[in-house]
């Protein structure tokens, strides 16, 4: 069994999780939230070790270079830092309600890397613009940003429907969220983590551009968007800090912020540029 087979079986294990978390949640059983903590463990276990058995795979095809380096392999550290994060996030809070939010997200990227006729799970050798020893430290904080938005986006969803609590006071699976002020306070530290870490990926992607390609900034269109999304998160921060916006408006530019971070990772990667490669 190769590591591409490993992370295929993870999707189902995410898949699980996603599940038993839910039905923990909506028939308020402890016991089934319980064992979603349980499957996201395994398949997280399991994800670290295909990461590692895929870069010993490498070096034994004479290609030797970290798993970091197409689509198939940048959805996969994806889904990795977003369950890293949330199982932290869990711990640090004691609470596994947020797990029906986040973990669609892991089984999502997982499913689309695993099982997308478009994108090829192969390990592939580097090409020569990303033989550099700032390929590792680049992926990693633009990544750990993501997943980091992404947290930011489930719990503004859960934000938005808390709100409704106002509303419909019976409903038990609203009653189950935490308080507006926890979710709140929540966002922002996760926006705070992310916006903090896309800035060291765009300062460590403009060193590597620039042994590259010659140049620290070109307006590619993944740097154009990678500054916007970065305008954009520095706008809610400091929207929060001066203007003292707090609760739905922060939550929804939230949302923005991530549909950006979306088309960022895919949709500039069907636009002519430098960035081209991340397709494949």
Request: net charge positive.
């Given at each position: 069994?190769?590591?591409?087979?490993?992370?295929?079986?993870?999707?189902?294990?995410?898949?699980?999780a996603f599940m038993?978390?839910l039905?923990g949640?909506?028939?308020n059983?402890?016991?089934?939230s319980?064992?979603?903590?349980?499957?996201?463990?395994?398949g997280?276990?399991a994800?670290?070790?295909?990461i590692?058995?895929?870069?010993?795979?490498?070096?034994?095809?004479g290609?030797g270079?970290?798993?970091?380096s197409?689509?198939?392999?940048?959805?996969?550290?994806f889904?990795?830092?977003?369950?890293?994060?949330?199982?932290?996030?869990e711990?640090?809070?004691?609470?596994?309600?947020?797990?029906?939010?986040?973990t669609?997200?892991?089984?999502?990227?997982?499913?689309?890397?695993?099982?997308?006729?478009?994108?090829?799970?192969?390990?592939?050798?580097?090409?020569p613009?990303?033989?550099s020893?700032?390929?590792i430290?680049?992926?990693?904080?633009?990544?750990?940003?993501?997943?980091?938005?992404?947290?930011?986006?489930?719990?503004s969803?859960?934000?938005?429907?808390?709100?409704?609590?106002?509303?419909?006071?019976?409903?038990?699976?609203?009653?189950?969220?935490?308080?507006?002020?926890?979710?709140?306070d929540?966002?922002?530290?996760?926006?705070?983590?992310?916006?903090?870490?896309?800035?060291?990926?765009?300062?460590?992607?403009?060193?590597?551009?620039?042994?590259?390609w010659?140049?620290?900034w070109?307006?590619?269109?993944?740097e154009?968007?990678?500054l916007?999304?970065?305008?954009?998160?520095?706008?809610?921060?400091?929207?929060?800090?001066?203007?003292?916006?707090k609760?739905?408006?922060?939550?929804i530019?939230?949302?923005?912020?991530?549909?950006c971070?979306?088309?960022?990772?895919?949709?500039?990667n069907y636009l002519?540029g430098?960035?081209?490669?991340?397709?494949?």
């Amino acid at each position: 069994m190769d590591s591409s087979q490993i992370l295929s079986y993870t999707t189902f294990v995410y898949f699980g999780a996603f599940m038993t978390y839910l039905l923990g949640m909506v028939m308020n059983r402890a016991v089934l939230s319980r064992l979603g903590t349980y499957l996201s463990l395994l398949g997280f276990t399991a994800q670290t070790l295909a990461i590692i058995f895929r870069w010993v795979e490498s070096y034994k095809m004479g290609i030797g270079h970290a798993p970091l380096s197409n689509l198939y392999e940048s959805l996969v550290f994806f889904s990795w830092t977003l369950m890293l994060l949330y199982l932290i996030l869990e711990w640090r809070t004691k609470n596994r309600i947020i797990g029906p939010f986040v973990t669609p997200l892991v089984f999502l990227a997982m499913a689309y890397a695993s099982f997308s006729p478009n994108i090829s799970s192969q390990i592939q050798p580097l090409i020569p613009a990303l033989k550099s020893n700032w390929l590792i430290s680049h992926v990693i904080t633009c990544f750990f940003a993501y997943a980091a938005f992404a947290l930011s986006l489930g719990i503004s969803i859960m934000y938005l429907l808390k709100r409704l609590d106002t509303v419909k006071k019976n409903n038990l699976f609203l009653r189950l969220i935490p308080s507006t002020a926890i979710l709140d306070d929540l966002n922002y530290q996760m926006i705070v983590i992310g916006f903090l870490m896309l800035t060291l990926g765009i300062i460590t992607g403009s060193v590597w551009a620039h042994s590259a390609w010659g140049t620290y900034w070109s307006w590619d269109p993944k740097e154009t968007w990678s500054l916007i999304t970065w305008l954009i998160y520095a706008s809610v921060i400091h929207a929060r800090l001066v203007r003292g916006w707090k609760g739905k408006r922060i939550a929804i530019l939230s949302i923005v912020g991530f549909a950006c971070v979306l088309f960022t990772y895919f949709g500039v990667n069907y636009l002519a540029g430098l960035h081209s490669y991340a397709k494949k």
